[in-house]
């Protein structure tokens, strides 16, 4: 028996793969530091953490309504309305098992042969195989330093055909933390009015994470024209630390929505009970946290940004959200390693960072725009100063 077609055309996870080469690592017992991982280190608030274990001392450990309980989806309700200004009923809100339980269900349930999806480039990993295993083209369009890692109007425009039928934008980005303000969207939403095919996937999940005066924007919120559609997503993983809960969501047009719960009635069928719960009580409760978070990842990003600008062959942008940097190491290609190993890719580069430095990135091929690589300084300040100190001195041995 061989695997199917559909599963020959995606890859492992890049990210998942960094991860779990650090965790065997460091039960090797080597002294290696992981800036691979999308997962703040902060612990779930102690009020999501007691909402969980009442649901639990209450019962609430049965199978619950396929794509959601009524209580958490009116808790979405209450945030899309509080955070963004957007109006859903109950019946146009989708839970899911995670973000990219909801990205897979949504183009799955509506891609088909031929269809293309456009995503900028750098992209979250997950994007293009997904749009693949639907059976549909990933379009990609590079979005590079030079336009602050966003798509511009013109470079949609002439993305666009026929057969278009979503596309992905993510802000502030995984793997760059650029962030589009309103301005930036209400021109990429211009030209989208002018192709009313084009369905809108707007990845929110790190809305809360933003920094400095930027002010959080999502394109139905700018754009009431392309409210019906756009499928506007977001979860709990990252801002309320709670990657390991799975639970992602989305807003969109009602027959999208039931046709990812059809999806999902034979797939995983509803998302833990439990999780439901907590993230009910997330959404509902006291956001003060977030700004204390915000704060201190602000100042991670900023020790981050000034070291490895510091350190030659490396140019690093401040990102205006989410928990990442995108360094270009374009200065670093060509060069030798200690060891006589020539460094002639991004992932050459943070090979030799994992070998010589034990510091473990993402090369930026995983993302589509090399070469640079992408590292999450979501983790203390002290680890992020020693890992830095220590890339510092890997490429100033490169020769």
């Known amino acids: ?25 460091k039960r090797a017992g080597v002294d290696v530091i992981g800036l691979g991982a999308g997962e703040p280190d902060f612990d779930t608030p102690d009020f999501v953490k007691e909402a969980a274990i009442e649901a639990i001392r209450r019962g609430q450990t049965k199978y619950t309504n396929v794509d959601g309980t009524p209580e958490l989806k009116d808790a979405i ?3 899309f309305r509080r955070d963004n200004s957007l109006d859903y009923s109950p019946a146009q809100i989708s839970v899911n098992v995670g973000g990219k339980h909801t990205l897979f269900n949504a183009l799955v349930a509506t891609v088909e042969a031929g269809d293309e999806v456009i995503v900028p480039a750098p992209y979250w990993v997950s994007y293009p195989d997904v749009v693949q295993f639907a059976g549909g083209t990933p379009v990609v369009v590079a979005a590079g330093p030079e336009q602050g890692y966003k798509l511009t109007p013109a470079t949609l425009e002439a993305a666009i055909t026929p057969r278009t039928k979503w596309l992905i934008l993510n802000s502030p980005s995984n793997p760059t ?15 989208l009015e002018r192709h009313p095919h084009v369905w809108i996937f707007a990845d929110d999940m790190y809305e809360h994470i933003v920094y400095d005066d930027f002010r959080f924007a999502t394109i139905a919120e700018v754009c009431p024209a392309l409210y019906e559609r756009t499928l506007t997503v977001n979860g709990c993983s990252k801002a309320y630390a709670m990657t390991g809960w799975r639970i992602g969501f989305a807003g969109g047009a009602p027959w999208l929505i039931k046709a990812m719960a059809k999806l999902q009635s034979q797939s995983t069928s509803n998302p833990c009970s439990i999780a439901q719960a907590a993230a009910t009580a997330a959404l509902n409760g006291d956001q003060s946290f977030l700004a204390e978070r915000n704060a201190a990842f602000k100042t991670r990003r900023d020790l981050v940004v000034s070291m490895l600008n510091d350190t030659p062959g490396i140019t690093c942008p401040t990102p205006e959200g989410a928990f990442y940097v995108y360094p270009e190491v374009s200065g670093l290609i060509g060069k030798t390693t200690p060891g006589g190993k020539r460094i002639d890719t991004d992932s050459d580069f943070v090979g030799y960072l994992l070998e010589d430095a034990r510091v473990a ?11 640079a690589m992408r590292i999450s300084y979501a983790t203390g300040e002290d680890i992020l100063r020693e890992a830095c100190k220590r890339i510092q001195q890997a490429c100033a041995a490169l020769k």
Do not use: H, N
């Open 1 to 25: 028996m061989k695997t199917s077609a559909a599963l020959d055309r995606i890859s492992p996870s890049p990210t998942l793969a960094i991860t779990t080469k650090v965790q065997e690592l």
């Open 77 to 79: 309700v209450a945030k």
């Open 361 to 371: 990135a993402v090369q930026g091929v995983a993302f589509g725009l090399s070469p």
């Open 177 to 191: 933390g650029a962030a589009y303000t309103a301005a930036e969207l209400k021109a990429l939403g211009e030209v």
